[in-house]
């Protein structure tokens, strides 16, 4: 089970951190990915974060979004920092792709 939490309205510019809760055995060996549907749009990856914790993320967001994870916990976090209006949407985390686990989604909304 995933859990997401964190979304809210923010400003442009501003900074928002999306956390994941993942209830699931042995998390550490999971690749934990974050997507996110913007309205009207398909859902796409913005990124991921290994069992090692290295990271990688889509041009649009890198440089601007981070992730972190805390195996001891089952927790993985989203820092978005520099938000744009196009980094609207629905926020979720994923194990194992299009057809693995999903959370219910967090709302997030740059706007002035």
């Known amino acids: 089970r995933l859990v997401e939490s964190g979304g809210g309205l923010v400003q442009p510019g501003g900074s928002l951190t999306l956390s994941c809760a993942v209830s699931i055995d042995n998390f550490h060996i999971y690749q934990v990915n974050w997507y996110r549907q913007a309205p009207d749009k398909s859902r796409e990856r913005v990124g991921g974060i290994m069992p090692n914790g290295g990271t990688d993320f889509v041009d649009s967001v890198k440089g601007r979004f981070t992730s972190s994870r805390d195996n001891t916990k089952g927790t993985v976090h989203l820092q978005m920092n520099a938000l744009k209006s196009e980094d609207t949407g629905v926020y979720y985390c994923?194990?194992?792709?299009?057809?693995?686990?999903w959370g219910q989604g967090t709302q997030v909304t740059v706007s002035s």
């Open positions: 994923n194990l194992g792709g299009d057809r693995g686990i």
